[in-house]
Structure formats: C-alpha cells, structure tokens
C-alpha cells in the first residue's frame, strides 16, 4: 500500500512566524517529492519539488527531505495571512509493471493569523 | 512553469446529460496527462492516467465507459463524464508532466467545478 501521511491540522501561526509542514510515505524506494499548496476552491500549485537528501531553498520556503526516514518536511519563514492554505504532499511512486504515480497526502490546512 | 488550461471551469447539467472537459498545455507539449476529481474537504484523487495517441489507464474503481478520455494531440485531453448523475458532482482537475521522464512536475489546470441536479 502506498501512501502519503500528513497531520490535517489545522495548523495556526502568527504572522511572522515559521510554519513547519511535515509528511512521510511509505515507500523508501520514492525518488520525487513535491509540496502543492491549494487556496480553497482551487487547483493545487506548485511550491517545491525536491529529489535529494537535505535541503533546498526557494525564497521563505525551504523543503527538507530525508529519505532514510522516509520524511519531508516544508518550512515557510516569515509566514503571512496570504500563506493560509491547504498544503499538499505529494510523492511519486514506483508500481510494480514499472509505471508510476503521484500519491497525494490528504494536506495539512494552514491558518496563518495576524 | 508550464501553464495548463481547463474548460469550462464550471458547469451545471441535468441527470443524464453528458459533459465534456478540456485539459490544454499551452506552452509545452505534454505526453501524459492525468485527471483527478476532488471531493470537499478530501484530497485529489486520481482517476486515469491520459498518453498521447492510446488508450487511458483508468485507476481502481473507476468506470472507464462513464469517464471516457481522449488524449488526441500532444497539447489537448479531454473527458467526458456520461449519463452524469448527482454523485458525479465534483472538482474535476487535470494536470501535465512537462517533461518525459515521469520524474517531471505535474502542472495543474485550475479545475472545473461540475454540478449536476
């Protein structure tokens, strides 16, 4: 079974702070990581995708990836009204019959209060 | 990044009706693309993964005589839900790989919101 675990929240911070977002998958042969933030009533976006142990920065947000424990996390600094959300995890997965898919986590709604 | 486009983004049709969709790249080409229908408060859900030129890979659970896609040119795919009912009622979404290695980002269109009464 492959799957994608995200704490649905929400999760609530004041303006300025940092918002730590986390997900894990089941699967620990996953080669692509992708955090989507979704506004209500919208498609997803994409923030980050991220391949290789470690961290990689994109302006407030930082994505962090640790494939021995099977977990990725987003960092947002400096958070804003504007970053409150539904943010979504996904991982892209290896079938047996050699195709892939992207498994989405649920998403962790963010409330970013001034 | 690659822009993908959905028409219409909404749509309100009677039990029974057929009602078609389509998903655009417009700045790329895209090989695959993939449809996903969300439902309140849950997370996307695939439905069938869409290659250019053959058949659709439909997911578990989903009927592929109901959602019929076509995936005719390498910038255009389309579905079509048939004899909708009420449950149908959903946020249907498409996205693209704008590359060909299935490590590419899948960009999404901006969904299409369908009632059916």
């Known amino acids: 079974q492959k799957e994608v675990e995200q704490n649905s929240g929400p999760l609530s911070v004041p303006e300025g702070a940092i918002a730590s977002l986390n997900c894990t998958y089941s699967d620990r042969g996953s080669q692509s990581f992708f955090w989507y933030r979704q506004y209500s009533g919208k498609s997803p976006e994409l923030i980050m995708s991220?391949?290789?142990?470690g961290d990689k920065e994109d302006g407030r947000f930082t994505a962090q990836l640790n494939k021995a424990s099977q977990y990725v996390s987003l960092l947002i600094r400096d958070s804003q009204p504007s970053d409150s959300a539904t943010y979504l995890c996904?991982?892209?997965?290896?079938?047996?019959?050699?195709?892939?898919?992207?498994?989405f986590g649920a998403g962790t709604r963010l409330a970013v209060h001034p | 990044g690659a822009v993908v486009s959905q028409h219409p983004s909404w749509v309100i049709c009677k039990s029974g009706t057929s009602v078609k969709i389509e998903c655009r790249s417009l700045?790329?080409?895209?090989?695959?693309m993939f449809w996903y229908r969300q439902f309140p408060k849950q997370s996307l859900m695939l439905m069938a993964t869409?290659?250019?030129?053959?058949?659709?890979?439909?997911e578990q659970g989903v009927e592929k005589d109901k959602f019929l896609i076509n995936h005719a040119s390498l910038t255009l795919s389309t579905l079509t839900v048939t004899s909708a009912h009420p449950e149908d009622s959903s946020f249907y979404i498409c996205s693209a790989n704008e590359g060909l290695s299935w490590e590419d980002t899948q960009y999404f269109g901006p969904g299409t919101r369908l009632t059916v009464l």
């Open positions: 869409s290659n250019e030129g053959s058949k659709a890979t439909y």
């Open positions: 700045d790329f080409q895209a090989t695959t």
């Open positions: 996904a991982v892209n997965f290896l079938f047996s019959g050699g195709y892939n898919k992207l498994i």
């Open positions: 991220i391949y290789s142990n």
